[in-house]
């Protein structure tokens, strides 16, 4: 079982070294892609250290941050002044993640609404989407949901049977290297998808695999215990690729506290991880990041 972070490394953040420096719209119309061009090198650099400095500390999971290239669906990445100092660190990045065997995902915002009625809203979302495939292209990685690109199916609009199936269609819109990345994550609601909404509407559709996310799934069981859960989404991720799932618990039982969101995640990992004899990737996302990894309960 490996276990990683998400997106920002809490130590190294503390010294400036982060990968997600952006802008307000705002900024981008004034400043240009000159600017968006410098940003997107400094975090490029910045992800090179951060990648480096999970390899010395052990961490094989590392997901990466949206934010590499400020607002990235407005344009295309050769445009970029730098692209080619770019391209070069991505390459090298790519290169040090694969020599050590660490696994790079990444998992794109909830405004990324594939099946959502808005066609406005469909075109977005399969752009911003192409946009992080052609980011793991950048680092070298063959598509496959090895390199997963995680989302969620996003609202019911009213009929969850009728969202289902406009996700299965509008997925057709997607470049063929991002389909082969994509994967879809249950939700914190009993009025969005469980695990078993995703395996039957999804995944014997589509074949998409499913991210379980063990925290979600106690707001949303669909009538199955933890371990039918992940044993389900287990069965949809490909031959040789490990499962990868989302692993947080309470805030409100951490600081025994009722008057925090039943939702949100702990700062730290406080109870064991049960895997029920599987060996899955876990992402942890708890607010302390890579320190949770070192904190948490064996």
């Known amino acids: 079982m490996n276990l990683g972070y998400a997106c920002i ?9 982060m990968t997600n420096r952006t802008m307000r719209k705002k900024t981008f119309d004034q400043k240009g892609l000159d600017y968006v061009s410098d940003l997107a090198l400094l975090n490029v650099k910045d992800l090179k250290t951060i ?19 400020p607002w990235q669906d ?11 100092e770019i ?8 290169d040090i993640a694969t020599k050590a065997g660490q696994r790079l995902t990444m998992h794109p915002g909830p ?12 075109a977005k979302t399969v752009r911003e989407l192409d946009c992080h495939s052609e980011q793991m292209n950048m ?59 995703l395996f039957d509407g999804i995944y014997q559709t589509i074949g998409i695999p499913i991210t379980f996310d063990y925290f979600h799934h106690k707001f949303n069981t669909s009538g199955l215990t933890e371990e039918q859960a992940l044993k389900m ?9 490990a ?44 607010k302390l990041k890579e320190q949770a990894i070192f904190k948490r309960v064996i």
């Open 9 to 17: 490394n809490t130590i190294m953040s503390a010294n400036g070294i």
């Open 243 to 286: 499962q990868c799932c989302h692993y947080s618990e309470s805030r409100r039982k951490e600081f025994l506290d009722e008057s925090i969101r039943p939702q949100a995640h702990s700062d730290i990992i406080y109870e064991k991880i049960q895997t029920y004899g599987l060996e899955p990737d876990i992402v942890i996302e708890a």
């Open 51 to 69: 990648v480096e400095w999970n390899n010395e500390h052990g961490i094989k999971l590392f997901r990466l941050s949206s934010q590499i290239f």
């Open 87 to 94: 391209c070069k660190l991505m390459l090298e990045i790519g």
């Open 111 to 122: 405004y990324n609404c594939l099946a959502s009625p808005n066609p406005k809203v469909v």
């Open 139 to 197: 680092l070298g990685f063959e598509p496959s949901n090895y390199n997963k690109i995680n989302i969620h199916v996003g609202g019911a609009y009213g009929d969850k049977s009728a969202t289902l199936a406009r996700f299965v269609k509008n997925f057709s819109l997607l470049r063929s290297d991002t389909k082969k990345r994509l994967v879809i994550e249950n939700d914190d609601s009993p009025n969005e998808y469980s695990v078993k909404d």
């Open 74 to 84: 407005e344009y295309d990445f050769p445009s970029l002044k730098d692209y080619d």
């Open 233 to 241: 989404a287990a069965i949809t991720w490909p031959d040789g690729i």
